[in-house]
């Protein structure tokens, strides 16, 4: 790193370590960042660049490149103007073909790790900072204030760990491990803490790895999240295919030497944490196409790992689940009726199922390409497993599952938009999820919402997962691969899509390089917009695109600098008054006085915004109704990293008389940057 950063941004630390396919009761939550139509930082090129591409490097290049990044990491810091106490780790290093690089650091403080504390430097070719994505904006004064003398017993954190993990079901008598003292970054303001992960198994059986961070002085619970993320051949589900083994005549083993010698193992309806036997015989045949047979789930495991690591290698230049050529293992047979799969860091491993009465195993392609995914998000952004991040981390899972599906070409399983349609997990051959209209499972909204980050975050998932089905196909109907689609758009407005190939893309490139461990609906679109500017310039269709499908699910403005969720032909109430908003003072607001309207406010009344701020993530926004009713249309987010909030947002107001006096309430709640309220209108 030669020159200082030239653009501002945000971002926080990696905290995932594993994830379920389905929902299984645990829920934590976060607050719910609401998001807004500002200008992404982006690049300013006109043109497609397929230099911004991700380069596909060999082991050795990739390891090459984090020995030069370690080697550097003193002076990194002292750029970014860390404190003395304060440490940088490489994590993972992604090089685009223009010679473009993004390394992605975590922190630590005085020899603690900061939970929090992640970010991603990107630097020229010629070694200039480029940009900086941090995923806390909490500052290295603020670090430097805490006091890593801890007031209450690593005993006192752990019990209250336990309390908290048998709320969520877990059968866990003690913790795993000991407590491990950490710097809390992740929401706001740094503090002590304690970090205690509690295992056993949850209420269906998954295994439990519930991290619960405590705050190292008054023994208060902060945060808590889910480890455990929920993943020739005769397979059940993709017909005969051909397989990577080992061996030689007359003993063969499941060791796909030619992908990082990943293997699959029996558990033989075990729980254990450990991997079980390594599916070996004979003859080179593995199953018989019935799910009755042991090697048929162990040859739809295997098939499924080879093609997702066929795709990441070949679509987007990674190199294994880590980028460095290892491979991970996949476990078959998982407990009894057991109608789950998962994927967990800490056995670097995928683990299926065989589903209601051991007859259905979870294998399936997209299944095995979800688990595997969630390895590739927790060795890239790191998103953690709740509130709107965990959302984001089920779509990533869901969007690669479907694309691996496609990439794979097989005819037996076709590549369609739908989530474990092969599985029945229902009973009634319905898919899991859908992506063209996630509501369709009965679950999913279509739609960001103000409060989707404390659902669970399988249906958090479902706006990101509709995202990326408008930006690949559009809205309205279509059929793909004998497939019927009908997707709509919160707006009512069309959205033209770019083509899978493309969305794949943006996705992938703004989650190995854009996103961070806290990264929520708005910080996505930012990042998605980011990497649309620089692999196709900002004046492009795909630009266009990206914006007109993130507002096609409520989250931010269409583009052409309007927001046509703003209908122009109702009742318009407005204030354009100037009200200057305080650096981190009290809440300003702006005042409109409904009058002649009969009844209650609409389901969908529309207000706009129009704010001008230099760091829109500082600000809370509320609309305040006659009655004193409160709805929250945006929260603070140290992702939420662009200037100004210029959107509509739209609340359901039914509840409340429309006529009397509305107030738009916003305060900055950071240090450091100024705006003002330009303006405030209702549409009726």
Known sequence: MRSTHSRRATATGALIAAAALLAVGVQTGSASAAPDAGNATTASASKANPGALAKQLSPSQRAE????????????????????????????????????????????????????????????????????????????????????????????????????????????????????????????TPQLAYETVVGGLQEDGTPNELHVVTDATSGAKLFEWQAIENGVGNTEYSGQVTLGTSGSSGSYNLTDTARGNHKTYNLNHSTSSGTGTLFSGADDVWGDGNGTSTETAAADAHYGAAETWDYYKNVHGRNGIKGNGVGAYSRVHYGNN?????????????????????????????????????????NTAGLVYSGESGGLNEATSDIFGSAVEFYANNSTDVGDYLIGEKIDINGDGTPLRYQDKPSRDGTSPDAWYS??????????????????????????????????????????????????????????????????????????????????????GTTSAEYKAVQDAWAGINVGARSGGTDPTDPGDGTVFENKTAVSIPDRGSAVTSSVTVTGRTGNAPSALKVGVDITHTYRGDLVIDL???????????NSSSSDSADNVKTTYTVNASAVAANGTWKLKVQDVYSGDTGKINSFKLTF
Request: proline residues 3%.
């Open 451 to 536: 409060g989707i980050g404390n659902i669970d975050v399988h249906y958090s998932s479902g706006p990101a997962n509709h995202f990326f089905y408008l930006l690949s196909e559009g809205s309205g109907a279509k059929t793909i691969n004998g497939v019927s689609y009908n997707s709509p758009t919160s707006d009512g407005l069309p959205v033209t899509g770019i083509g899978r190939a493309k969305a794949e893309q943006i996705w992938f490139k703004a989650l190995s390089t854009k996103f961070t461990s806290t990264t929520n609906y708005a910080g996505a679109r930012t990042g998605t917009l980011a990497v649309a500017g620089e692999l196709y």
């Open 338 to 378: 057991y109608v789950n799969a998962f994927w967990s860091d800490s056995c670097f491993c995928m683990t299926y199922g065989d589903g209601s009465g051991n007859a259905h195993p979870l294998t399936a392609l997209d299944v095995a390409a979800h688990e595997m995914s969630h390895g590739v998000t927790s």
């Open 65 to 188: 490149l984090i020995r030069e990044a370690t080697a550097s990491t003193a002076a990194t810091a002292k750029e970014l103007g860390l404190g003395s106490q304060e440490k940088l780790v490489v994590k993972d290093v992604v090089q685009d073909n223009d010679g473009t690089t993004h390394t992605r650091y975590e922190r630590t403080f005085d020899g603690l790790p900061v939970l929090g504390g992640d970010l991603v430097v990107q630097e020229s070719k010629a070694g200039a900072t480029e940009s900086v994505v941090k995923a806390s904006r909490a500052t290295s004064a603020q670090l430097k204030a805490v006091d890593t003398v801890a007031d209450i017993t690593p005993a006192a954190a752990s019990k209250q760990a336990l309390g908290a993990a048998k709320a969520a079901g877990s059968d866990k008598a003690e913790a795993d491990k000991a407590p491990r003292k950490v710097v809390w970054m992740a929401s706001g």
């Open 624 to 634: 305040v109704a006659p009655n004193g009713t409160t709805y929250r249309l945006k």
